[in-house]
């Protein structure tokens, strides 16, 4: 299992938002670049990093900042106001691994057919679900479907990896949202991220040993919990290489 620690930017800045909401912001550093350096130096490969910005305006803003993590030789999966095929183009032309989308997969399924037609494993899928409904346009909207209904969509189009974020545990430490997660891990064959609510290392002992029974557990994303010192880095990559 992968460990993705996070890093949130808003206005160049490294933040984390509670259950998505611009107005409940803590800035935990001015240089995310930096907070990579020192995830990349604890011995992670990969590290997830969303374009807050972007999720609101709708077009990736704060490239310059993701170009800056992706040249520390780390994989970087980005997310936030992927919307068109140019600003994903551009983002994986800045070095970036894999592109999150969210809002347009809501939207559009011919979209991201042309995109995993294009692109393969490049292209994920994020449903972030609020009472298991799909949320989009940076969390201040729901669409009109559940989660898992949009993940069955998303497997029929081949999409290989979904990030899956419970955003009533998202940032408020209480430990992941287990039903949830274990219904999508069921709901196709794609390979399942989860994010949301890692407080503890007992979090991340406990979806390991998910994983051992739902081989298509890809990962964990960490976020708060790792900037308020509940969690260490590398004692989670441990636990994650079993």
């Keep these: 299992m992968t460990i993705y620690p996070a890093i949130d930017i808003k206005g160049g800045r490294c933040v984390r938002l509670t259950q998505g909401r611009a107005d409940q912001e803590t800035i935990y550093a001015e240089n995310p670049a930096e907070v990579a350096a020192q ?54 032309g800045f070095g970036v691994s894999r592109v999150v989308i969210g809002t347009r997969a809501a939207e559009s399924e011919a979209f991201v057919g042309e995109l995993v037609q294009a692109f393969g494993e490049k292209i994920a899928v994020g449903i972030d679900a ?20 949009l993940a069955k969509q998303m497997d029929a189009l081949g999409v290989a990896t979904l990030i899956h974020t419970d955003i009533g545990t998202d940032g408020m430490l209480t430990g992941p949202n287990y039903p949830a997660q ?48 509940r969690v260490e880095l590398p004692d989670l990559l441990a636990i994650a290489r079993g």
């Design 130 to 149: 609020k009472n298991g409904q799909v949320a989009v346009k940076g969390w201040v909207a729901t669409a009109a479907m559940t989660a898992l209904a």
């Design 182 to 229: 274990e219904a999508m891990l069921a709901a196709g064959k794609f390979r399942v991220i989860a994010s949301g609510g890692v407080s503890r290392r007992e979090d991340v002992v406990k979806l390991t040993a998910l994983a051992r029974t739902h081989a298509n557990l890809d990962g964990v994303i960490v976020g708060k919990a790792l900037y308020e010192k």
């Design 39 to 92: 995830f990349r130096a604890a011995g992670s490969t990969w590290v997830h990093v969303v374009d807050l910005d972007g999720a609101f305006a709708g077009e990736p803003q704060n490239l310059a900042a993701v170009q800056a993590i992706a040249a520390l030789g780390m994989k970087v999966q980005l997310g936030g106001g992927l919307r068109t095929r140019a600003s994903v183009e551009r983002a994986l």
